[in-house]
C-alpha cells in the first residue's frame, strides 16, 4: 500500500546555543523558509499571561517583571499548549532555544515526537566557543526603543544608526553590565541547557554545526544536514 503523499510536511524544530550563537537568526530564517511557526519564550509568555490570571500565571508575571526567567514547570505548560494550537492549524514550528531546562527536555521531546513524528522532529545545536562568544558581545549593539532589536557592529550597524527595524529606535551599547549578564546567561546554559540537548542526542534528533561561521554558511549547513536526514521531504534552500 502506498503513503499518503502530503506535499506540506511539518516539522518541529528547536534551535539550540549559547547566548550570542546566532541561533535566533537561523531560528527566524528557517521559520520564514518554512512558512513555520517561530516559538520564542518569552513573547509566548508575555501573551499568555495577558491572557490568564490563576495564581501560577500571576507569580511568573512577578518573576518577568524583575528580569527572572520563567520558571520551567510553568513554561512547559504554555509551550505545549501553544504547540497543539500550531499543530492543530497544520504548521511546521521553530523554536528559538527551548527547551531551555533538561524537565522541559524531558517532558516536550516526548510531546513534540507524538504530535509530528519522530522522523520530523529534530534540534540543531550551533556549537560557538567562548572566546568566539565574548568577541561577538563586545560588538553587539541594540535598539534604544526595544533590546529584543540586537545586531552587530559591522559595515551596516553603528552606534549613533537608525534601528533597522525602523522604529525610530538608534543603535546603541545596551546599558545594563553585559559581561555578568553574559557570565549569568552562560551559567545557565552549561548547567541547564546543555543537559537538555542531551535529551536530543538520546533520542538521535540531534544535529550539531559549526556556529562559528557567517550567517549565510551556517544556514547553508544547517540546509544540507536537513536534506540529508529528511530526504525529499526537506524544502531545499530553506
Ligand atoms: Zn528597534
Not at 528557517?30 to 509566548?44: D, K, M, N, P, Q
Request: aromatic residues 8%; neutral net charge; charged residues 30%.
Amino acid at each position: 500500500m502506498n503513503e499518503p503523499i502530503s506535499s506540506k510536511n511539518k516539522f518541529a524544530i528547536s534551535v539550540m546555543g549559547p547566548p550570542g550563537s546566532g541561533k535566533g537568526t537561523q531560528a527566524q530564517i528557517l521559520a520564514g523558509g518554512l512558512e513555520a511557526f517561530h516559538f520564542v519564550t518569552s513573547v509566548e509568555g508575555k501573551k499568555y499571561i495577558a491572557a490568564h490570571d490563576d495564581p501560577e500565571t500571576k507569580r511568573q508575571e512577578v518573576r518577568y517583571k524583575k528580569g527572572l526567567l520563567f520558571e520551567s514547570p510553568w513554561t512547559l505548560r504554555v509551550v505545549q499548549e501553544k504547540t497543539q494550537r500550531v499543530f492543530e492549524d497544520g504548521l511546521s514550528i521553530v523554536y528559538d532555544g527551548s527547551p531551555r531546562t533538561p524537565l522541559e527536555a524531558e517532558k516536550l521531546i516526548p510531546f513534540l515526537i507524538k504530535l509530528f513524528g519522530k522522523e520530523c522532529v529534530v534540534a540543531v545545536e550551533l556549537k560557538v566557543g567562548e572566546a568566539e562568544l565574548r568577541s561577538r558581545l563586545s560588538k553587539r549593539r541594540v535598539c534604544s526603543l526595544d533590546h529584543s532589536h540586537a545586531f552587530i557592529d559591522s559595515e551596516n550597524h553603528h552606534i549613533g544608526d537608525l534601528c533597522p527595524k525602523m522604529d525610530g529606535g538608534v543603535l546603541q551599547k545596551r546599558e545594563i553590565d553585559e559581561s555578568a549578564l553574559f557570565e549569568t546567561r552562560m551559567g545557565e546554559f552549561r548547567n541547564l541547557t546543555i543537559p537538555a540537548i542531551e535529551f536530543f542526542h538520546k533520542e538521535d534528533v540531534l544535529i550539531v554545526i559549526n556556529g562559528e561561521q557567517s550567517i549565510e554558511n551556517v544556514r547553508r549547513d544547517i540546509d544540507e544536514a536537513f536534506a540529508k536526514r529528511f530526504g525529499k521531504r526537506w524544502p531545499r534552500g530553506v
